[in-house]
Nanobody, 125 residues
Framework: QVQLEESGGGLVQAGGSLSLSCAVSGRTSSISTTAWFRQAPGLERQFLGGIRWGRVFTSDAESVKGRISISRDSAKNTVNLQMISLKPEDTAIYYC??????????????????WGPGTQVTVSS
């Protein structure tokens, strides 16, 4: 089993930046990839970015393109998400996920086995 816990959510002003952290624990040797998703009310869960065997990959969706950075802190066993130029439409629950998806499926939420409880991010205008 792998346990995930997100932190760093809250209320952010439009135009500001966001920094979230995902603490990964348990049988981490059983996973290849840790990724970030988000879900706004009434919408599908959206892939944001991830790290697979140390290699970062991010979403090309126009809604987030160029605004996301993914990093890993090996000493703390965390995978971090930073997002800049926040907009009210970035309001969502942000989730951390982990698993061993095949390369062609690593942007799909159905490919991940483990999920954190999520952290709410609200962007005020």
């Amino acid at each position: 089993q792998v346990q995930l816990e997100e932190s760093g959510g809250g209320l952010v002003q439009a135009g500001g930046s966001l920094s979230l952290s995902c603490a990964v624990s348990g049988r981490t040797s059983s996973i290849s990839t840790t990724a970030w998703f988000r879900q706004a009310p009434g919408l599908e869960r959206q892939f944001l970015g991830g790290i697979r065997w140390g290699r970062v990959f991010t979403s090309d969706a126009e809604s987030v393109k160029g605004r996301i950075s993914i990093s890993r802190d090996s000493a703390k066993n965390t995978v971090n998400l930073q997002m800049i130029s926040l907009k009210p439409e970035d309001t969502a629950i942000y989730y951390c996920a982990a698993g061993s998806p095949i390369l062609s499926n690593q942007r799909s939420n159905s490919a991940y086995t483990y999920w954190g409880p999520g952290t709410q991010v609200t962007v005020s205008s």
